[in-house]
């Protein structure tokens, strides 16, 4: 058995930490750093974030392809991260079903970090945006057919969201609960507060 075929045997359709793959390769007593890039290099690990992979199994390899969607790809790399998130903005709406656009850029707002420019996952773009923990609320979930959750915020969080990051937003073209999503707002500084004021 040679050693990606071990690797494979031990690990097949996991998300693996860098930690996680140098201990099992470690464990063989295999050269960790050559093996990864070799298995990079061949497909069998995607990368999902910096140090987080999937470890594709033999029938995937074979048909070049991924039994997981760049979503659950994004929410099990989330998971093991152990970062909070949701899909927000536009995003969201088209969870909610409530735009026909198509958006090339997915919205991610999470609890742990920015990033500057949009990073891709098994071919799809993916841009993070950090909130704070206590604007995380009103969160939407939908699990998918491999049983992975998705989450997304309700429209009263959604337009709440827009204004309070500063996207173009026009409030009278949703329907919305107002009393709730004026009691949400408070959660939000006194721009957002001020911005609802003019607009309703």
Known sequence: MNKIDTILREAKGKILTRKDFDSLATKYKFDKDTL????L???YLITIFRGVYYLKDYE????????????ELLALGLEKKNV????????????LGLTHEVFPINIVINDKFNRIKPMKIAGSSFFFIKLKPSLFFDIDKVNTGNNISLYYSNIEKTLLDMLYLKKDVNLKEYKFNKSLFLKESNKYNRIVKKKIKEML
Request: charged share 30%.
């Open 36 to 39: 990864r890039k070799v298995m």
């Open 41 to 43: 290099n061949k497909g």
């Open 60 to 71: 995937e390899k074979k048909l070049n392809s991924l039994k997981y969607s760049p979503y």
């Open 84 to 95: 909070k998130w949701y899909f927000g903005l536009n995003t969201a709406l088209k969870f």
